[in-house]
């Protein structure tokens, strides 16, 4: 078992920037593949991004590339979501997971754990 811990979340306005934070205390990540998904206030969870396990490739959606990216640190057993120019759509709860197979899985089934979540508000 897997324990994800998001962190990072807050609130912001409109055109800002935030970095969030996926770590697994205890255990090491080097061998998953990481993704970030989102969900806004009555819509379903969404895809945002993935990374392999070393980093080497990402994907991520059409509709956020050249504002978030994705990245990770195995030494330090941490990933990463840089979120900016943000807009009040991206308002939502973040979630990081990991997949034991998979290069850069994008649909949600693809994944083995999920953190609990993190808040992102942005303001008008």
């Known amino acids: 078992q897997v324990q994800l811990v998001e962190s990072g979340g807050g609130f912001v306005q409109a055109g800002g920037s935030l970095r969030l934070f996926c770590a697994a205390p205890?255990?090491?990540?080097?061998?998953?593949?990481m993704g970030w998904f989102r969900q806004a206030p009555g819509k379903e969870r969404e895809f945002v991004a993935s990374?392999?396990?070393?980093?080497?490739?990402?994907l991520t959606s059409d509709f956020l590339k050249g504002r978030f990216t994705i990245s990770r640190d195995n030494a330090k057993n941490t990933g990463y979501l840089q979120m900016n120019n943000l807009t009040p759509e991206d308002t939502g709860v973040y979630y990081c997971?990991?997949?034991?197979?998979?290069?850069?899985?994008?649909?949600?089934?693809?994944?083995?754990?999920w953190g609990q979540g993190t808040q992102v508000t942005v303001s008008s």
């Open positions: 990374i392999n396990w070393n980093g080497m490739s990402s």
């Open positions: 997971a990991a997949a034991a197979s998979g290069l850069v899985p994008r649909r949600s089934i693809a994944y083995d754990y």
């Open positions: 205890g255990r090491t990540l080097s061998s998953y593949a």
